[in-house]
């Protein structure tokens, strides 16, 4: 039961440090990794130590909403939204060697969306997007 515990607190504690790092939901796995940091030093029984875990995750990370049918998705505004829409991208090569971004289809679209991109035009798309990376914009 221990190596369990000492597992799954493990894998909780790498996933908040590596969303901490950044993004719009950096401050809120920043508080999550202190939390479980706090939860896996604790010398306290352990549903004490759960029970204090889980508080302190409500009152920082996820504030008490309302079920109303006005809910707010953006995770800007609403810190309860903790994974933010996106759809799912594929990057590949066509049977013509350009780089293929694939965009899977939305549920009122009837196809998905492809950008093909010449080798020859490759490194200026890799380039604007490591910019877009270590910039703010």
């Known amino acids: 039961m221990k190596?369990?515990?000492t597992t799954a607190q493990d894998k909780l504690h790498l996933i908040a440090t590596e969303a901490a790092s950044s993004g719009p939901l950096a401050s809120k796995a920043r508080e999550t990794a202190a939390a479980i940091e706090d939860f896996k030093t604790s010398t306290e029984p352990m549903d004490v130590a759960a029970a204090a875990f889980v508080?302190?995750?409500a009152q920082h990370v996820a504030p008490p909403i309302s079920n109303?049918?006005?809910f707010k998705w953006d995770a800007?505004?609403?810190p309860s939204v903790v994974c933010p829409e996106q759809r799912?991208?594929?990057i590949y090569t066509n049977p013509f060697g350009q780089?293929?971004?694939r965009q899977e289809r939305s549920w009122d679209e009837e196809d998905d969306t492809w950008i093909c991109i010449s080798k020859s035009h490759l490194?200026?798309?890799i380039d604007r997007l490591?910019?877009?990376l270590s910039s703010d914009g």
């Open 68 to 70: 109303s049918d006005d």
């Open 76 to 78: 800007e505004a609403n």
């Open 88 to 90: 799912s991208l594929a």
């Open 99 to 101: 780089a293929v971004i």
């Open 123 to 125: 490194q200026d798309v």
């Open 55 to 57: 508080e302190r995750l």
């Open 3 to 5: 190596a369990e515990q």
């Open 130 to 132: 490591q910019h877009i």
